[in-house]
């Protein structure tokens, strides 16, 4: 009888041992995984609590070098439109203009920029927002496209060797982690990218086509292994996603850009 008994204390004791275990395990997996979720997520959360208190005297005027937020206690915002717009005025009013239609912002150490729109402009090589030869230039949205609301948008930047304009794009192996999640600050709000591909591309070749509709996007898709050196590739082309393409100039004469491809993930308005 008592072995009896002994028997089944034991059978109790391994089926709560294995119970217990089972709901332990399960608490690790979904801590693991929410870990993982925050890692990842992140500079997201971090952007979009950002930029700034652009409204301070950190960010220069000086079209020449960035317009960097480094230092500059971030702000949460309810509202992401009226906070976008807040950041665009100030900017405008800082660089005396009313050209000024994005703020490009890829995190801390990435790309940092104000971004231009004028289709009749004469600044969309080396001039700066005021139209005045400089050799920095500004970033510009391509005059084939409306706004940063198009689905397929591009933009062109200088490969600066301070880094400034697109020059982390031309070292992306050391940047990368620096240019994973884009933020755009518009008069519609913030749009919110992520990379899925970076390349060395033959310019000639990508300068024949037009990444500002569909049919451009989907030969650059197709043809870009054939042109391009291909630094990372996450994602093949979903039609029914939009893009934003980032574009440098030709490096030191020779013939090839760097452009990077971001898809978005949502408008937060």
Excluded at 181 to 190: F, K, R
Aim: overall charge positive; aromatic content about 14%.
């Amino acid at each position: 009888m008592q072995k009896k008994f002994s028997l089944g204390a034991i059978f109790v004791f391994i089926a709560i041992s294995i119970y217990s275990f089972n709901l332990f395990w399960q608490a690790h997996l979904k801590s693991k995984s929410d870990f993982e979720f925050r890692q990842a997520n992140a500079k997201i959360v971090d952007n979009s609590t950002s930029i700034s208190q652009v409204i301070g005297s950190d960010l220069p005027t000086n079209q020449h070098f960035s317009h960097s937020a480094h230092g500059v206690k971030t702000t949460k915002h309810d509202c992401p439109i009226k906070y976008s717009r807040k950041i665009l005025k100030e900017l405008n009013r800082k660089n005396q203009t009313d050209q000024i239609i994005a703020f490009l912002d890829t995190g801390k150490n990435g790309i940092r920029e104000i971004v231009a729109h004028d289709p009749q402009g004469s600044y969309y090589d080396r001039h700066n927002i005021h139209s005045q030869a400089d050799q920095a230039g500004t970033i510009f949205l391509f005059a084939a496209n409306k706004s940063p609301l198009d689905p397929y948008t591009t933009y062109f930047g200088h490969n600066m060797q301070d880094g400034s304009k697109f020059g982390k794009l031309e070292n992306y192996p050391k940047n990368r982690s620096d240019l994973q999640l884009a933020d755009l600050y518009t008069e519609e709000g913030i749009l919110k990218y992520k990379l899925i591909l970076c390349a060395k591309v033959d310019s000639k070749w990508y300068s024949e086509i037009s990444t500002w509709n569909i049919q451009g996007v989907q030969r650059f898709f197709t043809e870009l292994g054939q042109y391009s050196e291909i630094y990372e590739r996450k994602e093949s082309l979903d039609p029914k996603a939009n893009y934003m393409f980032l574009s440098t100039c030709y490096q030191n004469g020779e013939h090839y850009k760097v452009v990077a491809v971001y898809k978005l993930l949502r408008a937060d308005q």
